[in-house]
């Protein structure tokens, strides 16, 4: 499939979506805004139903099928959103829906997905094998397989989010979306490209999971032989046949953002934006944050999802506190003596950073006869408070011989 997905196509999708998907919100972002020096705009498809963007593409493919079709059911793949997305848009259909998903998905996702009337399948650790399986299943049973991105269908239904982006901020020049298969920001490309060629179209990708910027190089997709990230919902380790050609030919550039840009990202929106979003919903968020693109204002960075472990957010804001340096842990060694360990304290006290915990061990064999190391965790107001607070233990004669990022 080399064929474009075309502005009428989207145009087609968005009117068979009507009163089945939301108009998300618009929400400017004073932080971004004032880092880039123009107007940053938020799209939170965080919002949307199921929590991601996906329902639409997933709505679109599978309100076309026959009645036949939806007779044999449906089965896809995911690590969560489209999953989510295939299970609300069957049951609205009134088909069934069977979904693969990694062994390791997000429980909340998994349970989102089983709440919405699918039934669930886990099968292997990444979402390329879960993938595999669903194909193999559709083909033992006759059921449509509903791939996640590489469908024409998929990639209009997701290019509606462009639609209203581009209702909401008619002046934008600059649009960034993160970028797993590659369905969202080929589908955005087709109707921003259309309507607005003038308009940059950015994707994003965690660097430590990046399929499209060595398949961009080599003219043709390319499997990563390994990858992790903490957004999970653009782990995909190879674009589609069609989303590449969409990506190649459309998309301005596909940069990369490391694990504690998506961090930091996702601490900022959550602090300062009062949006709860999943880390492979805040890559665009993050290349702007970590100036991974150069971008001319007004720009819209799509929050694409919003469906996080609650356990992985406690994580990742801790993470994303230590990227930003305002949570440090530090081990100090010291004299073992009475009031020591009161007096270290009393000097963080002094210098106005909290203690979280403490650890005080003496039975370390590294430690001399006489030594106790101390291990803290303190929060900090930033980078340099954490290194004035350091400064001032060593100058106090303390040993640090750990201290760093989380």
Known sequence: MTELVGLADVQAARELLAGVTRTTPLEPSRPLSAALGGPVWLKCENMQRAGSYKVRGAYVRIARLSADERARGVVAASAGNHAQGVALAAGLVGTHATVFMPVNAPLPKVAATKGYGAQIELVGSTVDESLIAAQTFAERTGAVFIHPFDHPDVIAGQGTVALELLEQCPDVRTIVTGVGGGGLVSGMAVAAKALRPDVRVIGVQAASAAAFPPSLRAGEPVRLPSFATIADGIAVGRPGELTFTHVRKLVDDVVTVSEEDISRALLMLLERGKQVVEPAGAVGVAALLA???????????????????????????????????RFLRITVRCVDRPGQLASLLGEIAEHRANVVDVVHQRANPHLRLGEVEVALSVETRGVEHSDTLISALRASGYQVVFAGEG
């Open 291 to 325: 100036g991974a693109v150069e971008v001319t204002p007004p720009v819209v960075a799509v929050l694409s999802g919003g469906n996080i472990d609650p356990l992985l957010m406690l994580r990742v804001i801790e993470h994303g506190l230590a990227a930003a340096g």
